[in-house]
């Protein structure tokens, strides 16, 4: 398996490629697929409304958000899979994620890992029994993100070592601090995020997983949601 950012091998790796795209209504969408399929040589798929198979059989995830969503929900016309819920896409675009040019000519906005968290939360929160590999990808996150981000962790929160608080346990701080810059943009979304991490059933199943996952106590692991928690109410 090829290694990430800073030597870090990812525990698990997919096949298919995840793009948002903000986009008015669902002709645009139709649209949009109509023009991959017969210009770009794209297959659709019969099971899911919102997949396409790329001509290196690659599969590609077309997740649109924006103006098409109504209470952070897409419904489009196809077989399959039809709908998709979109909650927090849309906060996550607009809170400044970073572009990224490809091949000197395309340019993306490209997800940071706060996002990425925010929304596989949210993604296990609406199905979570069938999104527990999405507990796991947030376990990884957690025990790398003071490697990957420890820069911005020394320069922006450096009043967290003033404590006597272990680096995870710094980095879910700091975590919760990023994911509520997001979640300030939408009082609903920050409502039940929160309330994701601080119903007890909730909150001991997410434990458990990413326990198991770590090979850790949960009690840590409750310990580290608990900092994600108080990261995000900091930011007011």
Known sequence: MDEGIKDITPRRATSDIDFAILIKDSKNFEELKH??????????SRENAFVLIAPDRRQIDILPFGEIEKK??????GTGITTIYVDGMKEVYEEGIPEVTFEKEITFKVCTLPGIVLLKFIAWDDRPE????????????????FTIYDEMIWS???????EN???ENISARVLGREMGKILNRNPVLKNRFLGILTDDSKSLTIATVIAQTLDRPIYKILSLLNDIVEGIQEIK
């Open 156 to 162: 922006e929160h450096n009043d967290l070592f003033e």
């Open 165 to 167: 608080r272990d680096l």
């Open 130 to 145: 069938m999104r527990s590999e999405d507990l796991i990808d947030i376990a990884d996150i957690i025990s790398h993100f």
């Open 35 to 44: 023009y991959l399929v017969t210009v770009e040589g794209f297959t659709p």
């Open 72 to 77: 952070g929900k897409v419904s489009v016309k």
